[in-house]
């Protein structure tokens, strides 16, 4: 028997017919694009998050670019990301010609580390160019560390863009992921912790003046009629299929949550020690995209688990610092030894809200026996 990394089948299940109705009533009323059940979510992500406002589009890079765009990133500009991170966090940096300033990672969260940061704005590594801002990831789940991230890039006089991505339903100080940065972009791709059928994504902040700007950018940078254009934008917005399929799985979102902290905690309970298991800092709630451990024997255990028909994953293999198109970016002066220790020993496991207790003894059986040999 195949175990799913991702079990969406049986999440399908869960949901019965609401999501086959959904997109049922979408192919009747014809408004595919900004119909309205695109204002219904935004409105629902809204109030879910806390937010004054959230703003669908057509995937979570375009949700980073529209946010950049919005904070008046140009070419020239340099930014300082995690080189720890997806390719699309620094991907939307250098798309539209500013420069990607690499920081480091904390090895026991796998987030930036606030010191790197600090290091990295003070200019002296990015060619003299002063960066314009921060984009903080929230990796596997967990919401980076906003209080400090926040001095840093007050201090600096810099904007600070939150990548939460992985991270929607996190939570922090008591404010859920969506208000932890002035400028938060997420992804709904059909892996993430709310996923769409598709690509998708969404733009949220309290700024009237910003929420506006992606508004516009987000269709062709349009005014206040139809054919009039205020800004040379993109089309990026989310299709009324995609919406329609998120308004069905918001209404089990808050219990697929609950349920992904249970399977966290089981595996933290029951996996063997010699391994690092995530760190989650005090104060901080993750939404548990992935359940990722280190250790310095991560290609046996990965292929014990597949031997017993488990799927791993490495999330990622190579920091962005050593990929083709990202080596001639600078990086903090402090180096980015977290990040290559992170990459050669980081193994996420099985992760969903329908792992049952019976696979996940299986998954922590195999684990424990890879480990006991040799
Ligand atoms: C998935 C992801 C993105 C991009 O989202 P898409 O919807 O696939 O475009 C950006 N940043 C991070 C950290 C991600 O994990």
Redesign the pocket.
Known sequence: MGVPFVDLAAQRRALGDRIDRAMAQVVEHGQFVMGPEVRQLEEELARFCGARHAVSCS????A?VLALRALGVTAGDAVVVPTF??A??AEAVAFLGATPVFADSRVDTGNMDPGSVASALDGSSSDGRTPVGVIA?DLYGQPAEYGPLAKLADEAGVWLLA?A??SLGGAQDGRRVGTLAAVTAT???PA?PLGCYG?G?AVFTDDDNLAGLVRSLRVHGQGRSRYDYVHIGMNARLDTLQAAVLLAKLTIFEDELAARQEVADRYSRMLPAGLALPAVLPGTTSAWAQYTIRTGRRDDLAAALAAAGIPSAVYYPVPLHKQGPYTDFSHAPSGLAGAEELAAEVLSLPMHPYLDAPIQDRICDVVAAALSQG
Request: proline content about 0%; cysteine-free.
């Open positions: 995937s979570g890079t375009d980073l991170t997806f699309a966090t990831v990548d991505a992985q992804s709904f791709f993430k690509d994504g």
